[in-house]
């Protein structure tokens, strides 16, 4: 089994930081993708930001500029550094990884949510 564990979500004034943290532990033999998503009652989780394992990215256009995810391949983790926030990006956020197995089977596996609030 994999585990994934996230914090760092708040209540945040508009224009303020946040910096999310999410550990993968278990069953792990190697991890491709991680991402952050986000979700808002009512609406489908959207794409918030991607990495591989050598560091590519992608990011929806509605945070370009202002997100920045990263990972630590040695702590099987990745965050998402979040500046000028905005009302609009209030949502819980989940993580997520690609994880293979050491019974090299192949698992997206996600995080319980964590909700960041954006309001003055």
């Known amino acids: 089994q994999v585990q994934l564990v996230e914090s760092g979500g708040g209540l945040v004034q508009p224009g303020g930081s946040l910096r999310l943290s999410c550990a993968a532990s278990?069953?792990?033999?190697?991890?491709?993708?991680m991402g952050w998503y986000r979700q808002t009652p009512g609406k489908q989780r959207e794409l918030v930001a991607q990495?591989?394992?050598?560091?590519?990215?992608n990011y929806a256009d509605s945070v370009k500029g202002r997100f920045t995810i990263s990972r630590d391949n040695a702590k099987n983790a990745v965050y998402l550094q979040m500046n000028s926030l905005k009302p609009e990006d209030t949502a819980v956020y989940y993580c997520?990884?690609?994880?293979?197995?050491?019974?090299?089977?192949?698992?997206?596996?996600w995080g319980q949510g964590t909700a960041v609030t954006v309001s003055s």
């Open positions: 997520s990884a690609d994880v293979e197995t050491f019974s090299k089977r192949s698992f997206t596996y």
């Open positions: 278990g069953s792990i033999f190697s991890i491709n993708v």
């Open positions: 990495i591989t394992s050598l560091g590519s990215t």
